[in-house]
């Protein structure tokens, strides 16, 4: 069984610089691979896994914004299969996009391609994949960090809570 390990914003972006081609009309599953997330399958119940499903299960959207950061996914519906497109944002109005460059072939393109070039209403962007909340390195960081400190007092707390009972038990023999 696979592991899935959510990336981060920079991560994703890392990852999807790094890619070149694609298998096409698959951009729902290479996008989600750029996220490290595994996948929902069919959300909506059309029988289809795809772009759509993404979109529809994002619990933190921002519909229609056309300035998503850099390192989350960007959506578009329609297309010639109703499966929508997805994508990863580069910020400052680009994407890395699948079949950009022709089918098969993985480019960086405008925000807008999808819509110019294929007919596609642009949908928006989301925070989050499949329940995975996309954070930045920085975020994860704080995260980790803030784990571990909790991680520390709860073993202090535990040792000072053995101390407790020892001195309630030497008290106890005292009286």
């Known amino acids: 069984m696979r592991k899935f390990a959510p990336r981060t914003r920079e991560q994703a972006v890392e990852s999807a610089n790094a890619s070149f081609v694609n298998t096409p009309r698959y951009c729902a599953r290479w996008t989600r691979e750029r996220f490290g997330v ?17 979109w529809k299960a994002a619990a933190l959207p921002h519909p229609g914004d056309r300035h998503p950061p850099a390192g989350v996914p960007v959506f578009w519906g329609g297309g010639s299969s ?9 910020g ?3 994407i890395r996009s699948t ?12 925000l807008d391609f999808p819509t110019t070039s294929w007919g596609m209403p ?52 005292l009286k």
């Not at 996309?134 to 040792?159: F, G, P």
């Open 122 to 173: 642009y949908l928006g962007w989301t925070e989050d994949l499949y329940g995975h909340v996309i954070v930045s390195d920085e975020a994860a960081r704080l995260e980790k960090w803030r784990n571990n400190v909790r991680a520390r007092r709860a073993r202090m707390n535990k040792k000072w809570n053995e101390r407790l009972r020892n001195l309630r038990d030497r008290l106890a023999k």
């Open 92 to 94: 400052g109005g680009m």
């Open 99 to 110: 079949d950009a460059r022709g089918a098969g072939r993985v480019g960086t393109v405008r």
């Open 38 to 54: 595994p996948a929902l399958g069919d959300y909506d119940g059309d029988r289809a896994a795809d772009a759509e499903d993404m």
């Open 82 to 90: 109703d499966n929508g497109h997805a994508a990863v944002s580069l």
